[in-house]
């Protein structure tokens, strides 16, 4: 793995020389029953299959300073990001590029981004270091101590992954106990990278891929499925929709995102919470 910081980043914390191993194959063992391990692939040989298979480093060796979903995607994301990773979290963003969708207000530990494009992440200012891996290709571990991170985020990627049991896995491994892990996506992809079993799928398929990537690893709580689809706010459609549409201020990119927490959901005291014990 390359760690690259760029000269106005902080630079990250030193990998160990000789990180633990613990599932750097994927197979199925007695041991699959431990947190942290891989239970059953979800995809096949033939659904892990990418019609360009040149290696990814070289799709993503120019950077594209380009956001990849619409307006009203990312400000679902940056919401859910905001109810979901606490201020003060340590963040790892994987396959990233130069935005990362964080809230600008909430201010973190540290956020450390991922990618394939080191201009793209250098350029991302919400970082604070970042690492370049292809997840296809090098060891799928991180070298990051185990419990590291109290969020991981993966946005309009996840289609790209060709082992996704050991990333979630890995994912775990990163994750402090009640450490959320939030993939988002939408309908958009480079078709020609991203896996048959996304590729050939449908909307709902591919939430149930998602669901199942996190079911595979042994525990992850049950996935909750986040949806916005255009025209509707979180409570149905929305009756001013034609005045969107008037003043071309629609979204058309549908949002989904699945999140998962390592071991359990934590109970966060809210602002509400505060007033009735601080009235009593
Ligand atoms: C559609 S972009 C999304 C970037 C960013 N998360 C965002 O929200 O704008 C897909 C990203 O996936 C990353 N990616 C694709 N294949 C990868 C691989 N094999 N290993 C690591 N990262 C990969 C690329 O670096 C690229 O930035």
């Known amino acids: 793995m390359l760690t690259t910081n760029h000269p ?22 007695s041991s699959s029953a431990l947190p942290g391990h891989v239970k059953r692939l979800v995809l096949s040989p033939e659904g892990r299959a990418k019609l360009n298979v040149l290696p990814d480093r070289d799709f993503y060796s120019f950077p594209r300073f380009v956001t990849h979903v619409d307006d009203g995607f990312i400000s679902a994301l940056t919401g859910l990001y905001r109810d979901r990773v606490s201020p003060g979290s340590e963040v790892l963003d994987i396959m990233s590029s130069w935005v990362s969708h964080l809230p600008e207000e909430v201010k973190y530990k540290r956020v ?51 082992c996704p049991e050991k990333i979630f896995a890995e994912v775990f491994r990163l994750l402090k106990p009640g450490g959320v892990f939030i993939v988002s996506f939408s309908n958009r992809m480079f078709y020609e990278k991203a896996v048959a079993a ?35 706010g979180n409570g149905g459609p929305s009756p001013f929709g034609w005045i969107a549409r008037m003043i071309g201020a629609t979204r058309s990119d549908p949002f989904y995102a699945v999140v998962a927490y390592r071991n359990f959901k934590p109970v966060h005291e809210t602002e509400g919470d505060r007033i009735k014990s601080n009235a009593s």
């Open 8 to 29: 106005t980043l902080k630079p990250c914390p030193t990998p160990p020389s000789h990180p633990p191993k613990t599932h750097t194959t994927l197979t199925i063992s």
């Open 112 to 162: 450390v981004g991922h990618g394939l494009n080191a201009a793209e992440l250098a350029r991302n200012r919400r970082l604070d270091c970042f690492v370049v891996k292809d997840l296809n290709n090098d060891d799928q571990r991180f070298e990051f101590e185990s419990c590291s991170f109290d969020a991981v985020l993966c946005a309009v990627s996840v289609q790209y992954l060709q």
């Open 198 to 232: 996304w590729r050939d799928g449908t909307a709902y398929s591919r939430v149930q891929l998602v669901v199942q990537y996190f079911q595979c690893v042994e525990g992850f709580t049950q996935p909750e499925v986040v949806r916005e689809l255009p025209g509707e």
